[in-house]
């Protein structure tokens, strides 16, 4: 079946560095990928939608230049964390959807993000 | 704004019993529910979904129920096992096109009582 993969799936680094998340689909192309956070105990968040050879949409209250989304193929989004604080600490995953109607959204098994 | 909502955060079902998670839903403009299951430090798990248009979806083991007069959705696992164990989410997707993002419930929490 479709498989998405999430790399690293979980990494711990001081504060003020930047973290990049790589999240590929393994068997099928997705034009949009879905980046969502994830804090304890809570539900996921959406944080910004993927477009394969576009700028990515970001939800209401996500900085944009904070967490920098590329989309450059039908496999392969990135989510680059930058300037990571204690804060920023969170689960995250990110999700994708084979083109065409029907399609279920698949979703990796997430980056666990610890800032020291 | 739009919210899914869930009436219970945790549910305790003996092994063998039957388990009804409830979601309430407020965009009543919304085409699409999925339910997803996620385990300790997984990413959500697809169960089944069902349109608009349907009021009730037979999977394995899983029957999802929508009424739409009362904006209310519900997961029915026939026969609980162990490792039916997780986080259970309904989600609601406004368009059921592949680039329409997806929001997610509060979730519940079933565990299983031996």
Redesign the interface.
């Known amino acids: 079946g479709a498989v998405?993969s999430?790399h690293p799936s979980r990494v711990i680094c001081k504060s003020g560095t930047s973290v990049k998340i790589e999240c590929r689909s393994l068997d099928f192309q997705a034009?949009?990928m879905?980046w969502?956070r994830q804090f304890p105990k809570?539900?996921?968040?959406?944080m910004a939608?993927s477009?394969e050879g576009s700028k990515a949409t970001y939800e209401q209250g996500v900085e944009k230049d904070k967490f920098l989304i590329n989309h450059a193929s039908l496999t392969l989004s990135t989510l680059t964390v930058t300037s990571a604080h204690p804060e920023d600490s969170s689960f995250y995953?990110c999700?994708a959807?084979?083109?065409?109607?029907?399609?279920?959204?698949?979703?990796?098994?997430?980056t666990?993000l610890s800032i020291l | 704004g739009e919210s899914v909502g869930l009436h219970l955060p945790t549910l305790s079902v003996q092994e063998g019993d039957n388990s009804i998670i409830n979601c309430a839903y407020s965009n009543s403009a919304s085409d699409y529910f999925?339910w997803?299951k996620q385990e300790s430090?997984?990413?959500?798990?697809?169960i089944i979904?069902i349109r608009s248009n349907m009021d009730k979806r037979q999977g394995q083991r899983v029957t999802v129920l929508l009424n739409k007069t009362v904006k209310h959705l519900s997961l029915q696992i026939a026969a609980t096992q162990p490792g039916d164990s997780a986080v259970y989410?309904c989600a609601e997707n406004g368009e059921?096109?592949?680039?329409s993002?997806?929001?997610?419930?509060?979730?519940t929490r079933l565990s299983i009582r031996p």
Do not use: C, W
């Open positions: 998405v999430q034009t949009t879905f969502y809570q539900s996921l968040m959406l939608t477009n995953i999700s959807r084979g083109t065409g109607e029907g399609q279920p959204q698949h979703f990796g098994d997430g666990r | 999925i997803y430090g997984k990413g959500p798990q697809f979904d989410f059921y096109s592949s680039a993002k997806i929001i997610f419930g509060s979730g």
